[in-house]
Structure formats: structure tokens, C-alpha cells
């Protein structure tokens, strides 16, 4: 009887060890921010209308955690943490006589800070936070050039396989925003292929069309990586970006198609497609490419220079 109490108190206590063993691991002390800068980035929190300002390594650090998913390899960490330095950098030296220099959302990027991390990651959130954190140490102040200029560093979830031309979707040429391959994309991206069906009249609606038992699509104009600059649907022409804006679509590569009363609608993609895919960094990443590979891959004849104290 005392050999099964002992076993059964073995089994007992086997799990809560392990938990413990674990839990400790994941709950180690946070690692430090590095700074070689006193920059300050004002940040306009849009739930808690208010601006608040943040030093631009720990903003850099909220935004990763917004903007790429943590089990992404850290290479692609460290492209994301020099992309999105050089995103606010650009911000600040343009919004000087504002109020503030970026909002917390994707009109500029994602910005979560480490009250809302801490609920949301709960258990996990030192082991994550410290994958962040080692991608920003280790890519401490670098931001991208091109004629010793900061660059507008846009960035996007997924390609359909080419990044797009800036001209094509913001009309402005910009000389490091050119069209490159992105081949990584469509192994390692769950959004690369998107189906999503609507009723026929939510269709006219969304577009402000008047009902008709017949979709006809036509005058079809594609830019040289298949993304969609015009068409006709019955009879009135639309961009290529009105359709993906008012259909909420996931990129400008989409075919329509009717099915009886619904329409069916097929992308190719993930975002605007201008700039680095996120996805395609990670491809990049777990093929071998580092960092700065990456970056001078997405970012046409670019630099990376370093914040001095």
C-alpha cells in the first residue's frame, strides 16, 4: 500500500514540475532595450485619444509585435525592426509641425505596447518579448538610405509572387520601391490564395451598381505583376483599387467571377504590394538569407546607416 501511495504521488507531482520547470524558463527577466538615441516617437493612441511619446526602440518593438507574428525567424525580425525604424524615421522628418508623428494602426503601422502584450501573451509574454527585443538590439538604430535620404519603407503581408511598382498603386515613382520577385511568398503564406463568395446584390451595392441578373466584366487592364489597374463591370469603369478597397479585398490580383445570384472572388496575396513582403522576408529567412539580404532585396539600391548618439 505504501509503494502505490508513493507511485501515486510520483504521478502526481511528475506534471507540476514540469509545469513549473517550463513556466520558470518562459518567465525569465526581460531583456533590456539598447538605445543610441534619444529619439522620441509621438504616437496618437486612436482608443485612447491621447499621444503619447515613446522611445523609438521600444516603439519599434510594439510595432514588430503588431505588425509580423513572433515565430517568424529572427532574421526576418531583424528586416521588420530596420523597416519599420526607417518607416518612423520618414514620419518624424515629415510630420514635424503636427502634433504627432504616427497614429497606432494600419494607417502607419501597428503599434502594440506592453500593457495590452502582457494580457494578450499572458504566460508567453517575456519569451516573446524577448525574441522581439533581441531582433531590435541586434538591429539597434539602422534604418535604410537611398541618396543618403531616409526611404519610405512601406511594407505589405504578402506578394503574389512580384512586389509591385509604387508608381502603380500611390503614383509616385520612387527608385527603391521597383518591382522585384518575391518566390518565397506562395510556400510559406496561408493567405496566398484567398476564395471568398457575396450575394450578387451585396456585390451592386458595395459597388454602387443597380441590380442586374447579368455580372459583365470586361476592358480588363493588368499591370505586369497581374495586379489589376482598371476594369469595366456592366459598363462603368472601376481602378483597380476602388474594387479592392470597397470589396475589402486582399489584393488588387483578384479575378470575379458570377455563380448564379453570388459572385466569387479570387486573390492572389496579401496588401498594397509595394515594399517588403513579410512573408517573403520569412521565406527569405528560412532559405538562408540574413537581414540586410533581405532588405536589399525589397529595397532597390539601398543603404543601411546607423542613428549616432
Same mark, same amino acid.
Given at each position: ?7 501515486? &504521488? ?101 503599434? +502594440? ?58 503614383? +509616385? ?5 521597383? &518591382? ?26 458595395? +459597388? ?21 489597374? &482598371? ?45 517588403? &513582403? ?32
Amino acid at each position: 500500500m505504501k509503494k502505490i501511495i508513493i507511485f501515486t &504521488s510520483f504521478l502526481v507531482f511528475i506534471p507540476f514540475f514540469i509545469i513549473t520547470f517550463f513556466n520558470k524558463f518562459d518567465n525569465k527577466e526581460l531583456i533590456k532595450l539598447k538605445s543610441i538615441t534619444h529619439t522620441k516617437v509621438r504616437v496618437k493612441r486612436l482608443k485612447k485619444d491621447i499621444i503619447e511619446t515613446i522611445p523609438l526602440e521600444e516603439y519599434v518593438s510594439g510595432v514588430i509585435a503588431g505588425e509580423m507574428p513572433v515565430s517568424f525567424d529572427i532574421e526576418a525580425l531583424k528586416a521588420q525592426a530596420v523597416a519599420s525604424r526607417t518607416y518612423v524615421l520618414k514620419r518624424i522628418e515629415t510630420n514635424q509641425n503636427k502634433d504627432y508623428d504616427v497614429v497606432d494602426n494600419i494607417n502607419n503601422q501597428v503599434y +502594440l505596447d506592453n500593457e495590452y502584450l502582457k494580457k494578450y501573451w499572458t504566460n508567453t509574454y517575456t519569451k516573446k518579448m524577448n525574441k522581439i527585443r533581441e531582433a531590435v538590439n541586434q538591429t539597434n538604430g539602422e534604418y535604410l538610405t537611398y541618396s543618403d535620404e531616409v526611404i519610405d519603407a512601406l511594407f505589405f503581408s504578402t506578394s503574389n509572387g512580384y512586389t509591385e511598382d509604387c508608381g502603380e498603386v500611390f503614383n +509616385l515613382d520612387l527608385p527603391y520601391l521597383k &518591382s522585384v520577385n518575391s518566390e518565397w511568398d506562395k510556400d510559406v503564406s496561408s493567405v496566398f490564395n484567398s476564395t471568398s463568395n457575396i450575394s450578387l446584390q451585396e456585390f451592386y451595392e458595395k +459597388l454602387g451598381l443597380e441590380y442586374s441578373k447579368t455580372l459583365k466584366i470586361d476592358s480588363i487592364k493588368r499591370t505586369k505583376t497581374n495586379r489589376i489597374i &482598371s476594369l469595366n463591370i456592366n459598363n462603368k469603369e472601376f481602378k483597380g483599387t476602388e474594387i479592392y478597397n470597397k470589396l475589402s479585398l486582399k489584393s488588387t490580383d483578384f479575378t470575379i467571377n458570377q455563380l448564379g445570384t453570388n459572385v466569387e472572388i479570387k486573390t492572389v496575396g496579401y496588401g498594397h504590394g509595394v515594399g517588403m &513582403s513579410q512573408y517573403g522576408a520569412q521565406g527569405m529567412a528560412t532559405s538562408g538569407y540574413n537581414y540586410k539580404q533581405i532588405l536589399n532585396h525589397y529595397y532597390t539600391n539601398t543603404k543601411i546607416k546607423k542613428l549616432e548618439n
